[in-house]
């Protein structure tokens, strides 16, 4: 990727100089019309495959910088691109401060959504 340098991504992207981009960075500038920033670019520094949580496949599982959970069904990142639960990335952005930890729970709530028949 000529923005992130990274190798690997799921689709490859064009900018409008006919750059190649990775993905997210083309999904970025076409949304934003502006590069995407350092802040929002994975610091992984794998030469293996494999991070500290990392297993066979070379798949890392995150783990929340706020509560260390690796369970969510969404992940987020805070304004310095560290990943966030979904919990805890919707409360700083409701709150501008970390969730506290004792609003912590282990079991995942699905909203209660009426059919209309």
């Given at each position: 990727?000529?923005?992130?340098?990274?190798?690997?991504?799921?689709?490859?992207?064009?900018?409008?100089?006919?750059?190649?981009?990775?993905?997210?960075?083309?999904?970025?500038?076409?949304?934003?019309?502006?590069?995407?920033?350092?802040?929002?670019?994975?610091?992984?520094?794998?030469?293996?495959?494999?991070?500290?949580?990392?297993?066979?496949?070379?798949?890392?599982?995150?783990?929340?910088?706020?509560?260390?959970?690796s369970m969510t069904p969404l992940w987020r990142r805070d304004n310095h691109g560290q990943p966030?639960?979904?919990?805890?990335?919707?409360?700083?952005?409701?709150?501008?401060?970390?969730?506290?930890?004792?609003?912590?729970?282990?079991?995942?709530?699905?909203?209660?959504?009426?059919?209309?028949?």
């Open positions: 990727c000529s923005n992130c340098s990274t190798t690997q991504t799921p689709l490859w992207r064009r900018s409008s100089d006919d750059e190649l981009l990775c993905n997210a960075c083309g999904l970025y500038l076409k949304l934003h019309n502006a590069p995407r920033p350092k802040y929002l670019k994975p610091h992984s520094g794998r030469k293996d495959g494999r991070g500290e949580h990392g297993n066979e496949d070379g798949f890392q599982q995150p783990i929340c910088s706020n509560c260390a959970t966030l639960c979904n919990a805890c990335g919707l409360y700083l952005k409701l709150h501008n401060q970390r969730r506290p930890l004792s609003l912590k729970s282990d079991t995942i709530k699905k909203r209660q959504r009426v059919e209309n028949s």
